[in-house]
């Protein structure tokens, strides 16, 4: 009987992945305090703790500069992720014609980009944003393309028969309702990369503040191994903050019907 | 089977126990420098093969050296336990040493030597410090001493260096790369960088770091706390090899310009020649010269919230070594030898290893393989 | 008489690597107003290219096409097209489908939204205009797709073996449903299909086409009085005749 309780307790939801992470933290305590004995290589959770109490004001306007750098990088990403993708997915002649520089500027690690970004942007925003959108563009625009290229020919008859028959109309009624799923998942994969940038957008010290630049800039240099872990675990928190928000906001909306397609198919 | 991973436990757990018990030899020696004419006297010993010769008696085999960009990586490579011997600002040490590093400065290296390089438009227009509100400026990371002198320089003159200045930590290729293109107005670097800019015609010099902060320490010799306790008599021959270089390259200042040159590689070595002539620095060994202004430099550190406490001269000199090479009576109330950290960082996961052996061992044995 | 839709001398030829195929070769069909007719025939003998050249997804190599005497060229809704399936637009819903060729006609939303609902009625599908196509059933879907077409009040509707995928209790019910239909709208309807029962229960005529390259073989009338009976002796001497024709088509190509 005990057993069956404790079972079925377990099986809520939540409880056993709050045992996880507790016990981990436990278990990073321990092996900080007794094991590893150097703060310098390994601080302990209450050591972090400790760091944030110690510089909590200054996390806000990092975080902020952080999302701007992110928001400059996403807009743009997305806004020309989408409209290159779709062209290239919908002409032929505009994917044999874009499709050699896509294919060899896209595996450039993001981070390679920075120099170029600095040498062109200066310190500014724009430049940090610069290497955030070469996160964010490719999956945006790989995904806009499948998207365009997997819609059923039926669709596109159905819709010329109903009087559909120009171009843009075709794309804008049928194509791009059509892949907005993929468009959906390909943002979210870009937001993904996306902020993986920040950090090395940040590296080089092109603002005065952001969670990147607060980590290379500052807790680097002075040995702050507390705070610069407390940093790495700011920026995993927030990067999932962002995609919960997006899959709660937009793919709720989007995917129902697209579910239904592909039980169907 | 059983007898080959008994031996093996065997070999597993003695070799943990000798790495916990730690050495006593020093077989390599390993030193840390940066490409600045400051440090030309390390060069000097490791071309001349001074260090290899000198230390040999000591048991000293192998002896090398890696460049690090600036202070604070090197400090960091310290800390990791990658480096034995550092050639370094007396700044980034006391942000280490706050933070765990079991070091003590025991000689100095050179005094002064950095200057503010503007690009030259904005070096025709320049009057005073409050017409580098707005711009940008590239430097060592924080903890340098290059970003801790700007930073009170700019204090002391109504500035306020996280508002008015965009300051940027970078490395000397980085930054002058940076002024020659134009992403920054200005950078502040130690000798050779500021002569190769005004030689490029890409800047000119407003400001020397002497200016700045009258006679201020610069690089010193910094020995890990290990080598000072177990081998003394290597750390007084490494002060001594270090007096010889320095006074050599002061005599012979064209041929350091040259051994400089060969050492950093791609440096135009009529630059170096002529940086020599144009730097404020000097060439220097005595500690004692360099404990005033380093302890301005903790105050500085200390408020800027770059260390938990306020450093003093024991946590970061030990003078004690240089006086005996030098045959000077330590003065009444001077430290004593090092003494041994309080916390000693333990190689915990050697530790795990024998234990891990150990059990290993254990459970084999009780199940009979 | 005035025919709906005249199909002329249509051959359809392809370019491929082993050098020129004739899916179509020769065709003559006059279809009369109000008619409902049906195309069947063998695998691959062109008759659902033979549609979609009448709805003007495709040209022909030579020959015309002419409905209402105007040729024909390109797609228009005045060719209202079902097809067997994955035609309706999942994201949109059931109403907002029926509205699509009327979107396309730049009708005023409310003008649309009123027409909509009149056809999705006719088909009996009141109710679910709110639902999206993933919620609906085969037949329902099928329903929603013939409403779509005749939303645009086609002259003719093509239908491209629309109940192919359903059951075949669901298909029945949508036969006598399309009967219903046809009945009230008087529309022209020109039904492919591979089903010689479907055939025989809802057409006027039946067209009977050889395999590739693909010619008229045979049209036979069927005079029986509606509503007819699956199983009534007449049907069955017209299926008998049917049937054979098309194993013969068969034979030749092998299929059997």
Redesign the interface.
């Known amino acids: 009987m005990k057993r069956n309780r404790l079972i079925s307790i377990l099986n809520n939801r939540g409880i056993i992945e709050a045992i996880s992470l507790s016990l981990t933290i436990i278990l990073w305590e321990l092996v900080s305090n007794f094991i590893v004995r150097n703060p310098g290589k390994l601080p302990s959770p209450y050591s972090i703790l400790l760091a944030f109490c110690d510089i909590w004001e200054i996390i806000p306007l990092d975080i902020g500069i952080s999302l701007l750098h992110f928001g400059i990088g996403i807009g743009a990403g997305a806004a020309m992720g989408i409209i290159v993708g779709m062209l290239m997915g919908w002409f032929r002649i505009v994917d044999r014609i874009m499709d050699p520089m896509v294919e060899i500027l896209r595996p450039i690690p993001p981070l390679a980009w920075v120099p170029f970004a600095i040498l062109w942007g200066g310190l500014t925003h724009y430049a940090a944003g610069f290497i955030v959108f070469i996160g964010a563009f490719f999956p945006i625009l790989i995904n806009t393309y499948t998207g365009f290229r997997e819609v059923d020919k039926t669709y596109i008859d159905a819709a010329r028969v109903l009087g559909c028959r120009e171009e843009w109309k075709l794309i804008k009624f049928i194509a791009l309702p059509f892949s907005l799923p993929s468009i959906a998942t390909g943002i979210r994969i870009g937001m993904g990369v996306g902020w993986m940038c920040v950090v090395a957008a940040e590296l080089f010290g092109v603002s005065k503040s952001g969670l990147g630049y607060r980590l290379f800039q500052v807790f680097w240099p002075l040995h702050m191994i507390d705070k610069l872990i407390l940093y790495m675990i700011i920026l995993g928190l927030v990067a999932l903050l962002l995609d919960r928000l997006f899959r709660y906001f937009v793919e709720e909306k989007l995917f129902k019907w697209k579910r239904g397609i592909v039980i169907a198919k | 089977m059983k007898k080959y991973v008994s031996v093996l436990l065997t070999l597993i757990l003695i070799s943990g126990i000798i790495t916990v018990c730690g050495a006593s030899e020093i077989k390599t020696l390993r030193i840390g420098y940066q490409p600045s004419t400051h440090q030309i006297a390390e060069m000097t010993a490791m071309e001349k093969g001074w260090w290899t010769r000198d230390l040999a008696k000591f048991g000293v085999e192998n002896i090398t050296d890696t460049e690090f960009s600036s202070g604070p990586p090197e400090m960091t490579a310290m800390m990791a336990g990658e480096l034995d011997v550092a050639y370094v600002g007396t700044a980034p040490p006391i942000t280490a040493i706050d933070k765990g590093l079991d070091a003590k400065i025991v000689a100095s290296v050179n005094t002064n030597g950095s200057a503010l390089v503007l690009s030259p438009g904005l070096a025709a227009n320049y009057t005073s410090p409050a017409d580098l509100k707005g711009l940008k400026i590239a430097t060592f990371p924080p903890g340098s001493i290059q970003d801790t002198i700007l930073k009170k320089w700019l204090k002391d003159n109504g500035l306020d260096p996280g508002r008015d200045v965009h300051i940027i930590g970078a490395g000397p290729g980085e930054a002058i790369t940076e002024i020659m293109t134009g992403v920054v107005d200005g950078v502040f670097l130690p000798a050779p960088s500021p002569t190769i800019i005004e030689m490029a015609d890409a800047g000119k010099t407003v400001v020397y770091s002497g200016e700045m902060f009258p006679n201020h320490a610069c690089c010193c010799l910094l020995v890990s706390g290990r080598l000072i306790r177990e081998h003394p008599e290597l750390v007084k021959q490494i002060i001594r090899t270090h007096i010889n270089a320095t006074r050599y390259n002061n005599e012979h200042k064209e041929e350091a310009a040259e051994i400089y040159a060969r050492k950093v590689r791609g440096t135009d070595v009529e630059k170096v020649k002529e940086s020599i002539k144009r730097w404020d620095g000097a060439w220097v060994y005595d500690p004692h010269i360099e404990i005033n202004s380093t302890l301005v430099y903790a105050k500085v550190d200390y408020e800027m919230g770059y260390t938990n406490k306020l450093l003093t001269e024991e946590d970061l000199f030990d003078t004690s070594l240089y006086d005996e090479v030098m045959g000077i009576a330590p003065a009444p109330g001077t430290v004593s030898p090092t003494p041994q950290p309080t916390s000693q960082p333990t190689p915990g996961f050697t530790s795990l290893l024998v234990i891990a052996a150990l059990l290993v061992y254990i459970v084999l044995r009780r199940f009979k393989i | 008489m005035n025919y709906k839709l005249e199909v002329r001398n249509v051959t359809k030829a392809y370019i491929s690597e082993e050098g020129e195929i004739k899916a179509l070769e020769d065709i003559n069909l006059d279809v009369k107003p109000g008619e409902f007719l049906c195309i069947i025939g063998p695998s691959g003998c062109g008759k659902t290219t033979l549609l979609?050249m009448i709805?003007?997804?495709e040209y022909p190599t030579s020959g015309e096409i002419i409905l209402d005497g105007k040729e024909v060229k390109?797609?228009?809704?005045d060719?209202?097209?079902v097809?067997q399936?994955?035609?309706l637009?999942?994201?949109?819903t059931v109403l907002k489908n029926v509205e699509?060729?009327l979107q396309?006609?730049n009708i005023k939303s409310k003008e649309r939204h009123a027409i909509a609902e009149r056809y999705i009625e006719l088909v009996g599908l009141r109710g679910f205009e709110k639902h999206?196509?993933?919620?609906l059933s085969g037949g329902m879907k099928q329903r929603v797709a013939i409403a779509?077409?005749l939303a645009?009040e086609p002259s003719i509707l093509l239908m491209d073996e629309p109940f192919g995928s359903v059951d075949a209790q669901t298909r029945n019910i949508l036969q006598e449903e399309l009967l219903q239909i046809w009945k009230r709208t008087k529309k022209t309807i020109i039904f492919v299909t591979h089903s010689v029962d479907e055939a025989v229960y809802l057409a006027d005529r039946v067209v009977v086409m050889s395999a590739r390259p693909g010619r008229i073989v045979e049209c036979i009338d069927i005079d029986i009085e509606r509503p007819r009976k699956r199983t009534s002796v007449e049907a069955n001497v017209i299926r008998e005749q049917l049937l054979r024709k098309l194993i013969t088509e068969h034979k030749k190509v092998g299929l059997i």
Request: no cysteine.
């Open positions: 979609r709805a003007g997804l390109g797609p228009s809704p060719r209202g097209m097809f399936e994955f035609s637009f999942p994201w949109r699509f060729g396309m006609r999206y196509p993933y919620e779509r077409a645009t």
